[in-house]
């Protein structure tokens, strides 16, 4: 007869029945019942339990191997209570659970049944755990020594003998084994907690780990105060990893029981173990327990201590109805002084003791006293600091030192000696690249993975599992965008950084959702609360609730930190957090929404804990957080100084850096907006100029004129054109350029030396007023002199000094206007030649100081002339005056000066010959024009391998000697081949036929 499964059907078989009598009525339910199944013999339920207890996993038709098929299926059904089961590839596999395995057990014992439950068992196929129970069972009472070293020779699987040795407890005899399967198995979980955090190598912290080692070997003095080690970073950041580096090696050397007087690792995980505040004796017990651990000798009377103290602590507590938290102080207190006793009994006070205490920000977000503001008293980290000083001074530790990791800051504890801390920031690009192809990423493509996600260690895992899920073609474009965001490596790096390893970590729901979105502000307090966040953070706020959520926030000591004006977001933290939030596609409305209110808050005044000045960077922080850096942010600065910081958008970033005048790639630079980059390159040209760099300049100078077309002339590109012997590209590059060419000195020595004046007159021509002040204050005086043009302007020529030959041409103008000129800066006007000195006595007066000079070749180097010589020269003649009536034609050359602005160009041509024929080569062409040849220029004593600067010396010793143009002509004659040789000696050659030429018509 078919049951009713359906309503309509139910309802009616109801019907059917309601018009029958109830005898009927019972007799259709007696025959709709199902039969019941017949009874399953007691006997085989306990072989099936017998037969698991003897095993550990089996596959579940072992067990009821013998039986006809539908009791197995009875049978199994009763005692699967009994098993914990897993899935196992395809197949299930049944453990037997404690309990149940620890009554069967003790009911073979008891009954002197294991040998022949063993002879039953050994048909169930099992797994090695399960083999070596049954080994243990049948050596007996006797016979578990000579088994144990055999496992040891036969290399057996610590886990297997362990678990083993656990089962077999209920056999009885087998005290001594359980003890040390139990310190074994402790000290396995703590090493294996960390040993798997050391699969894919430690990389990039060797220097961290190099202290770690000497701060653990570093003598103590057990009267000093304790030493202190805090290793602080972000979630992710490779603190636990740097610890498993550290104390594997203790931890393998104590599981063997090999450290007589080695380091003894006592390790204590908030995060693993939860410990509470208040309650500091169970941290005592477990320095006890791990000390045991290291020391077997001394477990037992641990131990004994423990339970002791204990079974003391509960009798107090229930019996005479006191505190909880004076019970455990008094309690511990006591248990200290009494485990000395237990130190000093099995030596132990003299051993090294390192006590690692990880995920410390577990301790410091618990407040001793829940209700109570936070510090002061109601610190944590207080009460570590006194249980520290208890474990030396009264349980006698007197060579401890402690390790304390976590995410945030450590303060400075009392009574104990806090050494530098440890902080673990980002992974440099070598170490992040070894991180990544540890996962089987090839180098090339794993800088790309690098360079996408940064240092961090846990992103670096996250995205090399990323791209170790793409296809071939997927790899490819990631590796040629990595500089651009990708939106599914984002979407797994905010599942697995900012939602699994920050969010998670908070406690309160509601305090997570004022954390995302609302760690965009940099500041927390109970107004920005209601007025700021709460109306875009689901925050339903209730009168005081914002008090309460940001004490709630407080403890939360690895995110935040309390200052005078509210609570301040750790920088590290939130800059790791904040790019993943900021590009969350389910909150970024709710992001800019923040950044706009925050902005608006600040510039209204309304905060009333910063100065204006403090609110008005705050607001700007917010306004330029909206931006994207396709705009000009000068749009958003005004007349503001550039923020630092790397919280922006990446070409926000890239421009703030700009006006702050900072390095930039070339390609970074491309791409800021026109405004923001003319302002970059005015100043950072100039540097690269300072530092012999002049192709670099012109190059980004260049390259965005090409691809842009928005360059405008800094102030340095005739200079740098100059510099880059590249004379003849100035004028035709700089008409290209928006607006009126700049006109100064430069930009006639480029019209000089490459023999085209037509331009440069016609645009000298056209100055006016004060754009022709500033050319003649630019050195215009002069150099417009050497084509004879503008000198009825020389008697309005200011004195500015770019070089200290300007004094010189200043002369030279007012000597062509009959004008005597005084010279103040006289030692960079020294000329080490006697022939030129000695005229230089006949224009000024003076002493004959050319006889004095060193007349042996090579006997005195070069420095010593232009430093010692030109010293002594500037004050014999403090202020000599160059008078036109006794410039006769034998000495208006001591007017001629030497060349600064075209030294730049001479070093290129010099160094051209040095990188083809050697340096001996340019010295050599020095050596045949130079008046005094020196010691530092010999070519025999010089070596093809000088660095760059002793060309840069030599140069400036030629110039200064008036022989460039000789020296230039030497090297011409020794590498003809060369277009940039010979197109400097033209160009000096131009430029000293001006000069020459000028100083013709003085006379």
């Known amino acids: 007869m078919t049951v009713p499964t359906t309503p ?79 899935l196992v590839g395809r197949e299930w596999r049944w453990t037997m659970r404690s309990g149940p395995r620890e009554e069967a057990l003790a009911r073979l ?38 088994l144990f070293r055999r496992f040891a020779r036969e290399e057996r699987d610590d886990r297997a003998i362990l678990q083993a040795l656990t089962w077999a407890a209920p056999l009885g005899g087998r005290q001594g084994h359980l003890a040390e399967a139990r310190r074994r198995a402790g000290l396995m979980a703590v090493r294996d907690s960390y040993k798997n955090l050391l699969d894919m190598g430690v990389h990039g912290r060797d220097r961290e780990l190099e202290a770690l080692r000497h701060f653990v070997c570093a003598p103590v003095d057990p009267a000093g105060p304790v030493p202190v080690l805090a290793v602080t970073g972000v979630g992710g950041a490779g603190k636990s990893t740097l610890l498993a580096a550290l104390v594997e090696p203790y931890l393998e050397r104590q599981l063997d029981a090999d450290v007589p007087d080695g380091p003894i690792a006592v390790v204590i995980d908030f995060d693993r173990v939860v410990f509470r505040v208040n309650a500091e004796l169970e941290l005592s017990f477990e320095v006890t327990r791990q000390l045991g651990w290291a020391a077997p000798i001394a477990s037992a009377d641990f131990s004994a201590l423990r339970h002791q103290a204990r079974e003391e602590r509960r009798h107090v507590g229930t019996d005479l109805a006191v505190e909880s938290v004076e019970t455990d102080v008094r309690t511990a207190t006591g248990f200290e002084l009494e485990a000395r006793v237990l130190l000093d009994l099995h030596d132990l006070r003299r051993r090294t003791v390192v006590l690692v205490l990880d995920t410390f920000e577990e301790w410091q977000r618990d407040r001793p006293v829940a209700g109570a503001r936070r510090g002061g008293w109601n610190d944590p980290e207080r009460r570590i600091q006194e249980w520290i000083w208890r ?170 930190a309390e200052a005078p004006d509210g609570l301040r977001h750790h920088h590290e933290v939130r800059r790791a957090m904040l790019r993943m939030m900021t590009g969350d596609p389910r909150h970024g409305h709710r992001v800019r929404a923040i950044h706009r209110a925050a902005a ?147 930009a006639l020595i480029n019209a000089l030396a490459s023999h085209d004046l037509a331009e440069y007159d016609r645009r000298v021509a056209a100055l006016r007023g004060s754009q022709l002040d500033r050319f003649l204050t630019a050195g215009g005086g002069f150099l417009s002199s050497l084509r004879g043009k503008y000198l009825r302007h020389r008697k309005s020529l200011r004195e500015k000094d770019l070089y200290p030959v300007d004094e010189l041409r200043r ?104 990188d083809r024929l050697g340096v001996r080569a340019v010295a050599e062409a020095a050596g045949e024009v130079l008046p005094i040849p020196t010691a530092d220029f010999d070519p025999d004593a010089l070596s093809d391998a000088v660095e760059h600067a002793v060309i840069v010396q030599l140069v400036e010793y030629v110039d200064r000697s008036g022989v460039l143009r000789p020296f230039l002509a030497g090297l011409h004659a020794r590498y003809p081949a060369s277009g940039l040789v010979r197109g400097v000696h033209e160009a000096f050659e131009a430029w000293d036929d001006a000069h020459e030429e000028l100083l013709s018509r003085l006379v």
Request: glycine share 8%.
């Open 8 to 86: 309509e059907e139910n309802r009616l078989l109801e019907a059917f029945l309601a018009r029958r009598s109830s005898a009927e009525r019972e007799a259709l339910v007696r025959r709709l019942a199902p039969p019941e199944p017949p009874p399953v013999a007691e006997s085989a339920v306990r072989a099936v339990r017998t037969r698991g207890a003897l095993s550990g996993s089996v596959a579940p038709r072992d067990l009821v191997r013998g039986l006809p098929a539908e009791e197995a299926d009875r049978v199994l059904d009763l005692v699967a209570i009994d098993f914990d089961r897993a």
């Open 109 to 146: 014992a008891a009954e002197g049944g294991v040998t022949a439950a063993l002879a039953e068992a050994e048909r169930v196929p099992t797994d090695e755990a399960g083999k070596t129970l049954r080994e243990l069972a049948a050596a007996g009472r006797d016979g578990a020594r000579p």
């Open 391 to 560: 474990l030396r001074h009264e349980m006698g530790l007197d060579h401890l030192r402690v390790i304390v990791s976590g995410r945030a800051p450590v303060s400075t504890l009392d009574d104990l000696a806090m050494v530098p801390p440890l902080e673990l920031g980002d992974l440099d690009t070598d170490a992040a690249v070894r991180v990544i192809t540890g996962f089987g990423v090839d180098r090339d493509a794993a800088g790309a993975v690098a360079r996408a996600v940064g240092g961090n260690p846990l992103a670096l895992r996250v995205a090399a599992r990323f791209y170790g899920k793409l296809s071939d073609a997927e790899r490819r474009r990631f590796v040629a965008t990595a500089h651009e965001t990708h939106p599914g490596l984002d979407d797994e790096l905010r599942a697995a950084v900012l939602y699994d390893r920050f969010l998670s970590h908070i406690r309160d729901e509601r305090v997570r959702r004022l954390a995302h979105p609302g760690l965009v502000l940099r500041r927390v307090t109970p107004d920005l609360v209601r007025h700021v966040l709460a109306p875009h953070c689901d925050l339903d706020l209730d009168h005081g609730d914002e008090h309460t959520l940001v004490d709630l926030l407080a403890d939360e000591v690895w995110l935040v």
């Open 600 to 746: 608006d808050w600040y510039a209204a005044g309304r905060d009333q804990h910063l100065r204006d000045d403090a609110a008005r960077a705050e607001a700007l922080y917010h306004l330029l957080m909206l931006e994207d850096g396709r705009r000009p942010v000068t749009e958003v600065l005004g007349t503001h100084f550039p923020p630092t910081g790397n919280d922006f958008h990446p070409r926000v970033t890239v421009q703030l850096r700009a006006l702050r005048g900072e390095d930039l790639t070339d390609e970074e630079a491309l791409e800021l907006p026109a405004e923001v980059w003319n302002r970059w390159l005015a100043g950072y040209g100039g540097h690269l100029l300072a530092d012999g760099l002049a192709e670099h300049a012109l190059r980004l100078f260049e390259d965005r004129l090409r691809c842009r077309g928005d360059a405008h002339e800094p102030e340095w590109l005739a200079r740098a054109y100059c510099d880059a012997a590249r004379w003849r590209e100035y004028w035709p590059i700089v008409a290209r350029v928006p607006g009126s060419p700049r006109v100064d000195r430069y």
């Open 811 to 914: 002369a030279v103008v007012r000597a062509a206007a009959g004008t005597p000129s005084t010279l103040t800066g006289l030692s960079g006007l020294f000329r080490p030649d006697p022939a030129w000195l000695r005229d230089w006595t006949r224009l000024v007066g003076g002493p004959d100081l050319a006889a004095e000079l060193p007349s042996v070749p090579w006997s005195v180097r070069s420095d010593e002339l232009l430093g010692e010589w030109s010293a002594r020269f500037a004050r014999t003649w403090p202020k000599p005056v160059i008078t036109p009536s006794r410039l006769t034609p034998d000495l208006v050359h001591v007017l001629r000066g030497d060349n600064p602005e075209l030294r730049p160009a001479v070093r290129l041509a010099a160094g051209v010959v040095a």
